[in-house]
Structure formats: structure tokens, C-alpha cells
């Protein structure tokens, strides 16, 4: 979903219980700052607030930013 400066990536799936229901996830958050040219990785607690990854410098790659994702070296993404 694009909103604004943000970009949030969701994660659709099947409820592990209930197979013909899908469930929705926020899994991480792109933010672009404007005025430095830099997108920064968020990530979003079970609390549903989202919190800056320390381990990626804002970037102008917004593709390495994904690729940390997909890597997701913490298991904080996906799980």
C-alpha cells in the first residue's frame, strides 16, 4: 500500500486454522524523506506501532532495503 511518503508491504496468506480464511499482516514500512532523497526501513511490533531497523542506514536504495526484508537476519520481519 502507497500512502503519501510511505510505502507498507503486507503479507496476504491462508489462517492456519481455518483454510478459507486469508489473513492480512503488516510486514515492514518504507519511509521516504523528501528532502534528503532517503528511504528509511521500519518495522512494526506486536503492539502495532512501528519502529525504526538500526541494522539499515536510510538509503536512495530502496532495493537493498527490500532485500533486508526478504534476508530478514533478525527474524523480525517474518517471524
Known amino acids: 500500500v502507497i500512502r503519501g511518503n510511505n510505502v507498507t508491504l503486507f ?3 491462508k489462517h492456519y ?3 478459507d480464511v486469508w489473513t492480512k499482516a503488516e ?3 518504507f519511509r521516504y524523506n523528501p528532502d534528503n ?3 528509511t526501513l521500519y518495522w512494526r511490533r506486536h503492539t502495532e506501532r512501528w ?3 538500526e541494522l539499515k542506514e536510510p538509503t536512495a536504495d530502496f532495493e537493498d ?3 533486508e526484508v526478504g534476508k530478514d537476519p533478525t527474524c ?4
Open 11 to 13: 503479507e496476504h496468506r
Open 17 to 19: 486454522r481455518l483454510p
Open 27 to 29: 510486514i515492514a514500512q
Open 37 to 39: 532523497m532517503l528511504w
Open 51 to 53: 519502529y525504526r531497523y
Open 65 to 67: 532495503l527490500i532485500a
Open 76 to 79: 523480525i520481519f517474518w517471524g
